[in-house]
């Protein structure tokens, strides 16, 4: 599966690698292409997965996307027994993203 923005290709994986968690498809960290993320200071704690981390997300001309990608460095423990794995630093992506097999 790819998460493609204008034709950048964001992030790149097996199916079988993601994780589903509440409709968002999160890609493993080394699936994405980090030179297209900056990490974001825009704050957000879930209340059941912990702190989030959001990045600016860059496609192929340049443009910046402030705040259209987020991961959970240190989820709660709580949260890996519910989805069932660890998704630790994996990156999910906001709606603008297209998610295609």
């Not at 999160?26 to 297209?36: E, N, T, W």
């Not at 794995?85 to 295609?100: G, L, M, R, T």
């Amino acid at each position: 599966m790819k998460a493609v923005l204008n034709g950048t290709v964001l992030a790149d994986a097996p199916r079988d690698e993601l994780i589903k968690i509440e409709g968002n498809w999160y890609f493993p960290p080394r699936s994405v292409d980090s030179g297209l993320l900056m990490a974001s200071a825009t704050p957000y704690t879930c209340g059941w997965k912990g702190r989030c981390q959001y990045f600016t997300v860059k496609d192929g001309d340049g443009k910046l996307l402030p705040d259209r990608a987020f991961s959970y460095p240190d989820p709660y423990p709580a949260s890996l027994d519910l989805v069932g794995q660890d998704y630790s630093n994996y990156v999910a992506f906001w709606k603008e993203i297209q998610i295609i097999e």
